[in-house]
């Protein structure tokens, strides 16, 4: 008889859990409200294939060299186009630079403040003329972009961009004026960029 009175005093009391399911239901929705959601965007590099070039490699090298002070295009060889940073003026001479360098304007945070690509670089003279080596080897998508360490990021991708692809107004067959409220298209230029630092 003892034991099993013993035994019946011995269960386990059960366990009361509503006030921890009333806790979760008032904290699961301010924690879903009170959340950042970020988005995060890449940047996808299609690589050219090998070295050895393919049957469809049409012979051409291009190369885009972005240095501080000006943006070249190359052609493995020899420079086929220059185009000067567009913060420096003729006049400056090479005095003025190095003084510009030491006045670096800074955010409240103490971070230096980059300026738009489009502000440093004349990225529409970049694009019209890649394009104009696009209309002469349609079947090249392959460029290189060299850069020098002291160049921003910023201004590497804001490069990138205008390498791969521009928005062209369609021109209409009968060579009338394109119309001004047209949807501009995008057109692929050389998407399979390969990186690398500048000579």
Do not use: C, W
């Not at 269960?11 to 929705?29: K, Q």
């Not at 240095?67 to 003026?89: C, M, T």
């Amino acid at each position: 008889m003892r034991s099993r009175r013993h035994s019946r005093a011995k269960e386990a009391p059960e366990l009361d859990i509503t006030a921890f399911l009333n806790l979760m239901v008032v904290l699961v929705p301010f924690l879903l409200v009170s959340a950042v959601f970020s988005r995060v965007t890449i940047l996808e590099l299609n690589m050219p294939s090998g070295a050895g070039g393919g049957a469809d490699d049409p012979g051409v090298s291009l190369e885009v060299v972005v240095r501080k002070e000006v943006l070249e295009i190359s052609d493995g060889d020899k420079v086929i186009a220059r185009f000067p940073n567009l913060n420096q003026s003729e006049e400056q001479g090479d005095a003025a630079p190095a003084a510009d360098a030491a006045q670096v304007s800074v955010d409240e945070n103490g971070l230096p403040i980059v300026p738009p690509t489009e502000e440093v670089y004349d990225l529409v003279k970049l694009r019209e003329t890649l394009m104009r080596i696009k209309e002469s080897y349609p079947d090249k998508t392959d460029s290189t972009l060299l850069m020098e360490p002291d160049v921003a990021y910023e201004h590497l991708v804001g490069i990138m961009d205008t390498v791969r692809s521009a928005d062209v107004v369609p021109v209409p067959e009968d060579g009338s004026a394109p119309d001004p409220d047209a949807v501009p298209e995008r057109m692929e230029l050389f998407p399979d960029i390969s990186l690398g630092d500048a000579p």
